[in-house]
């Protein structure tokens, strides 16, 4: 066999390879959805009604007990739960039940908690800045910073402000670390539960309880590595608000659902799962519940490159750079098209390469975008300001592209909405 029959051969195994793997995953996938509709639907319209009523008990009995202590923060009562896990694996490995099992339903209470305090101290904060007084503008005195309405004040004396990035960071803290401490809880108590499987449950279907076990580990683990990583790159603007636009695929269930799915199926699951008479019925939610991580990680890896058109900005200001920064967060990859390679185009050129948010620029795009330009260089959607005095841009995209439903606009207050047609935000 000559060299290039045998390269050939091997193209074509891989080639073959590939296309059983795309056709199963397909099929995964459609099972998945399936899933998703006919038994995670019905469960989260129970799951909402119970929630909701115990969420209106917590904030009463907050209300009524009179405004909490300065120190009992979300954060303060995500740090006191995770804590649990050290007694919690302590009495697992010892040969505890009931009470290990107690206390991953007082971790689940406790991840309900900090979301009614952390909604309780955000209305609180918000109704004291309704209250402080707007700083007077005059001319060298103060001078807009964003178009967020924030303002520096001359004072006399040097200043210090936050960036951008370390703002929205401090501003994600909480829903990040509410997110990571779940699993640090979970990991390790699961890793415990290991070596409650013994030869009596080993006959009885131990071999699929370490499967499950460790399926949840180390899909948990993947799932943290990504908020880690989402965390320390997230741009430095709030993500857009969506309006009439969903990228959860082809289910209609939203990736906020299906993660407090998998939330009640993990603890209430590892609760029951502690405790011997109930294993099955823990191992069942258990199993329930890695359909749901899979679909969580799923979506986070989900790729959607987003193209923005820097043909017709003039200056890379901060407001360029907060759109910019909002459109790379409707995807996983921003790229910047710039119209011509001109040397007069050299700066704007380099000054897109040199923006953190975005992955790459392609220059001498088309004065005409049409669906062959976004297969040709796999861009999936299209995101424009929805501002009327940069409609110019809607003229630059071919009618097919709006046809495709691959056109967004983001409007000034933050809010991303999908462009049917060219006279649309002509209309608006």
């Not at 460790?214 to 969506?242: H, K, N």
């Not at 995101?383 to 995209?397: D, F, G, Q, S």
Request: charged fraction near 20%; include cysteine; hydrophobic fraction near 45%.
């Amino acid at each position: 066999m000559t060299v290039a029959s045998k390269s050939s051969s091997t193209s074509a195994y891989y080639e073959a390879m590939e296309s059983i793997v795309t056709h199963l995953m397909y099929v995964v996938d459609a099972c998945l959805v399936l899933y998703l509709e006919m038994v995670i639907a019905p469960f989260l319209k129970w799951h909402e009604q119970f929630y909701g009523f115990l969420n209106r008990y917590l904030r009463g009995l907050i209300d009524r007990l009179g405004p909490l202590p300065h120190y009992i923060t979300a954060n303060a009562i995500t740090y006191a739960r995770t804590s649990l896990v050290v007694p919690t694996v302590l009495l697992v490995v010892s040969g505890q039940r009931f009470i290990p099992a107690l206390l991953i339903l007082i971790v689940d209470l406790g991840d309900f908690l900090d979301g009614v305090v952390a909604r309780y101290w955000g209305e609180i904060i918000k109704k004291r800045q309704e209250k402080k007084p707007k700083p007077q503008i005059t001319d060298g005195t103060v001078s807009d910073s964003s178009d967020e309405g924030f303002h520096v004040v001359s004072t006399g004396s040097s200043q210090s402000i936050l960036s951008w990035t370390v703002s929205q960071r401090f501003k994600n803290y909480g829903g990040f670390i509410d997110a990571v401490m779940d699993k640090a809880y979970l990991i390790p108590t699961w890793i415990s539960l290991m070596s409650t499987i013994t030869s009596v449950c080993w006959s009885k279907f131990g071999a699929f309880q370490f499967a499950v076990l460790w399926t949840l580990v180390l899909v948990e683990v993947a799932s943290a590595a990504i908020r880690f990583q989402a965390y320390f790159t997230a741009a430095g603007s709030d993500p857009p608000i969506l309006k009439n636009l969903e990228f959860s695929g082809s289910s209609a269930i939203t990736a906020n659902s299906v993660g407090k799915a998998k939330q009640t199926f993990q603890m209430l699951g590892t609760s029951l799962f502690v405790i011997p008479i109930f294993r099955f019925i823990g191992l069942v939610l258990l199993t329930a519940a890695i359909p749901l991580a899979y679909e969580s990680v799923r979506r986070k890896l989900t790729k959607r490159v987003i193209f923005v058109d820097g043909t017709y900005v003039d200056k890379l200001d901060h407001k360029v750079l907060k759109f910019w920064m909002q459109a790379r967060q409707l995807g996983s990859k921003l790229v910047v098209g710039i119209a011509t390679g001109d040397t007069s185009r050299n700066d704007m050129i380099f000054n897109a390469c040199s923006v953190s948010v975005v992955d790459s620029v392609i220059v001498e795009t088309p004065a005409n975008i049409d669906l062959r330009f976004l297969n040709k260089f796999h861009l999936d959607y299209i995101v424009i300001p929805a501002a009327k005095h940069n409609n110019y841009l809607l003229m630059a995209l071919s009618e097919d592209v709006f046809e495709s439903n691959k056109v967004i606009a983001i409007g000034e207050d933050g809010v991303a909405f999908p462009v049917p047609s060219k006279g649309f935000l002509k209309a608006d």
